[in-house]
T-cell receptor, first 113, second 109 residues
Framework: DTAVSQTPKYLVTQMGNDKSIKCEQNLGHDTMYWYKQDSKKFLKIMFSYNNKELIINETVPNRFSPKSPDKAHLNLHINSLELGDSAVYFC????????????FGQGTRLTVV | GNSVTQMEGPVTLSEEAFLTINCTYTATGYPSLFWYVQYPGEGLQLLLKATKADDKGSNKGFEATYRKETTSFHLEKGSVQVSDSAVYFCALNDYKLSFGAGTTVTVRA
């Protein structure tokens, strides 16, 4: 059973399109995250939700909108995609927000052409 | 704010060589410290962790000790294998999980 699963694994789309990435965790965690990994492998947190409430919102363009319908799901919607959005997006979850490790999904490789 | 600095790569080693990846942190409180590993094409996996000063985390032959006096959490392995080729990330979490830049390690047979 996959602990943190995200779909799709690969996403190729044209500039200007709108796309969504879905994430689900079956670990019973109450905190979920979205991270962006660039081509140099640098990981940057984008958003964090705790019990469906947004608790971290880094300086991310407002074209990116997370949605958490329940504690087990955190989806990422991206409007008006740009070339610079090409990256690998990772969903993660943790039990609580302080001093805990996170469990990561396999990533979604987004390519904007 | 809190941050993590780890040595830049890439690092290339021969099998059975000793590996060390330096990691230092800046934090206002007492965060937990982690090493994550990312194998090619995969997500991040927790390799080891330490939650307080002088704790030693260990897993799969890797070790790291939480050193408060030097604000460090260096990763070491005594004898690497080709299968250890991956990107290694140092991270800390007090209220937010923050990562270092990652170190790419390649082990040659």
């Amino acid at each position: 059973d996959t602990a943190v699963s995200q779909t799709p694994k690969y996403l190729v789309t044209q500039m200007g399109n709108d796309k969504s990435i879905k994430c689900e965790q079956n670990l019973g965690h109450d905190t979920m995250y979205w991270y962006k990994q660039d081509s140099k492998k640098f990981l940057k947190i984008m958003f964090s939700y705790n019990n469906k409430e947004l608790i971290i919102n880094e300086t991310v363009p407002n074209r990116f909108s997370p949605k958490s319908p329940d504690k087990a799901h955190l989806n990422l919607h991206i409007n008006s995609l740009e070339l610079g959005d090409s990256a690998v997006y990772f969903c993660a979850s943790s039990l609580g927000t302080v001093n805990t490790e996170a469990f990561f999904g396999q990533g979604t490789r987004l390519t904007v052409v | 704010g809190n941050s993590v600095t780890q040595m830049e790569g890439p690092v290339t080693l021969s099998e059975e060589a000793f590996l060390t990846i330096n990691c230092t942190y800046t934090a206002t409180g007492y965060p937990s410290l982690f090493w994550y590993v990312q194998y090619p094409g995969e997500g991040l996996q927790l390799l080891l962790k330490a939650t307080k000063a002088d704790d030693k985390g260990s897993n799969k032959g890797f070790e790291a000790t939480y050193r408060k006096e030097t604000t460090s959490f260096h990763l070491e392995k005594g004898s690497v294998q080709v299968s250890d080729s991956a990107v290694y990330f140092c991270a800390l979490n007090d209220y937010k999980l923050s990562f270092g830049a990652g170190t790419t390690v390649t082990v040659r047979a």
